[in-house]
């Protein structure tokens, strides 16, 4: 059997750590079965899909590396649609309804004020053909319902297991609105039958969409796809995700330096029994995802946790994992090795580069001390080994140790209080320049 997957944003804004981490999911298990996964714009809503966020929706996706086997976009598919309606109707299971807005609340007001569950009573099923030529008249247009079978539908969910749902506590529900165009569960299902989805992976949020879904893909005569229904993504404390930890767009995480494949790395594992670990490239996610992994209980996204593999991510990675990089261009090996244990983003490499090159201001120094520790440097060209025999001397010199001894040249060195190993940087920086910053010599 060919398997096939789809991801299915809807392009009314950027994608954030909650959708990404789906779109992952589907990737990797298309990946796992060796099937494709179509990239579905859920574009119908008019009024707020944009280009311009169906095209940062792609950028986002290649930025994680994700890749798509077809791009869909339910704004070209009307004609499909309405075959679909044509067909419902003909079965007599979409059927015209003529009820207002205010009458429908109307309606459930008063079934909450009996204590009864506020389900549609199908009362459009018994008009009567004056009653539809009045409502006509009046100009009114129908939107239109699915007829439901009042059963309990089940399915193997590939997370949450054997899932029943009764539709008898229902509402038929409004497939097309009354100006004609088709909410979002007709479209859904058609596109799932055309472009022939062998599995859908979405949000736990969907799971009673799911018992419908079934229901219309019967209906219109076509296989019922396996489902897997992912648990929502909770804040650190265990709440709603807030706008700070979760909805943060993924451009705005990259923007402040994250990698792509520490999104993945978390993504992947975050709400599985698995431990969350550094993964540098999506191959070796392939390797041991299983979507069988993924728990019922909600996960917790934690920002901090992915500035933390992020920072650890940067550390592991080799230089010839990051050559390529812009924010590499004019360094090499030796440098890199150096600088990555520090760095927890990779823009942060720049500045070493600055401080290897340039001298830092000579501000706040004790050109004194400087000036002793000078004449201790030893003899010719500087290596790994250079600052401990350095430094052992400038503590005989001067008597200082400590933080007192390897602070003032550190500052001195590179105008900062933390960074690499100061052993090696000594070559780094390299004699001349060693020099010139504890003499007070030329700005470089
Ligand atoms: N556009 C829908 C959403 O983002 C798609 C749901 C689905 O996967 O069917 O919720």
């Known amino acids: 059997m060919t398997v096939k997957f789809r991801f299915a944003p809807s392009p009314t804004g950027y994608l954030h750590v909650g959708n990404a981490r789906l779109a992952l999911i589907n990737w990797l298990s298309a990946a796992k079965l060796g099937g494709g996964m179509v990239l579905r714009l859920d574009d119908t809503?008019?009024?707020?899909?944009?280009?311009?966020?169906a095209e940062a929706i792609q950028e986002d996706l290649t930025w994680l590396g994700l890749t798509w086997s077809e791009l869909k976009k339910q704004s070209d598919r009307t004609a499909a649609y309405e075959a679909a309606t044509e067909t419902l109707k003909q079965a007599g299971l979409l059927y015209?309804?003529?009820?207002?807005?205010?009458?429908?609340?109307?309606?459930r007001k008063r079934q909450l004020a009996r204590k009864l569950p506020p389900v549609y009573d199908r009362a459009a099923l018994s008009l009567s053909a004056?009653?539809?030529?009045a409502f006509e008249a009046e100009g009114r247009k129908p939107h239109w319902r699915f007829k439901l079978d009042q059963v309990v539908v089940s399915w193997e969910d590939q997370v949450r297991g054997a899932v029943d749902v009764d539709c008898g506590s229902m509402s038929d529900p409004v497939l097309i609105r009354s100006d004609g165009r088709p909410l979002y569960?007709?479209?859904s299902v058609v596109d799932d039958i055309d472009f022939s989805i062998s599995h859908v992976i979405r949000g736990e949020d969907h799971v009673s969409n799911t018992a419908l879904h079934i229901q219309i893909f019967k209906a219109l005569g076509a296989?019922?796809?396996?489902?897997?229904?992912?648990?929502?993504?909770?804040?650190?404390?265990?709440?709603?995700?807030s706008k700070r930890e979760g909805s943060q767009s993924l451009r705005e995480m990259r923007e402040t330096g994250?990698?792509?494949?520490?999104?993945?790395?978390?993504?992947?594992?975050?709400?599985?029994?698995?431990?969350?670990?550094v993964r540098h490239n999506l191959d070796q996610i392939i390797e041991g995802y299983d979507i069988h992994r993924f728990s019922r209980a909600a996960a917790k996204f934690d920002p901090a946790e992915l500035s933390n593999l992020n920072a650890k991510l940067l550390h592991d990675l080799s230089w010839d994992e990051v050559k390529d990089?812009?924010?590499?261009?004019?360094g090499d090996e030796n440098i890199w090795n150096v600088i990555r244990p520090n760095l927890t983003k990779l823009a942060?490499?720049?500045?070493?580069?600055s401080i290897l090159k340039k001298n830092p201001p000579k501000t706040g120094l004790d050109f004194s001390f400087l000036k002793k520790a000078a004449d201790c440097l030893p003899d010719g060209e500087l290596t790994a080994e250079s600052w401990k025999i350095w430094t052992t001397a400038v503590k005989e010199e001067t008597g200082a140790k400590g933080k007192e001894l390897f602070m003032p040249l550190r500052l001195a060195l590179t105008g900062k209080s933390h960074g690499p190993e100061m052993n090696n940087l000594l070559p780094l920086i390299g004699r001349e320049k060693v020099l010139e910053r504890l003499t007070g010599g030329d700005e470089g």
């Open 45 to 53: 809503d008019e009024e707020r899909s944009t280009e311009e966020y």
């Open 96 to 107: 015209a309804c003529y009820e207002t807005g205010e009458e429908l609340d109307y309606k």
């Open 130 to 133: 004056e009653e539809i030529a």
């Open 185 to 187: 569960h007709l479209p």
């Open 223 to 241: 296989a019922v796809p396996e489902f897997a229904h992912i648990p929502l993504l909770m804040g650190p404390d265990g709440g709603p995700l």
């Open 258 to 277: 994250i990698e792509a494949m520490a999104v993945n790395s978390l993504l992947a594992r975050l709400g599985t029994s698995d431990n969350v670990e």
């Open 325 to 330: 990089r812009p924010e590499l261009s004019g």
């Open 348 to 353: 942060d490499v720049e500045e070493w580069f």
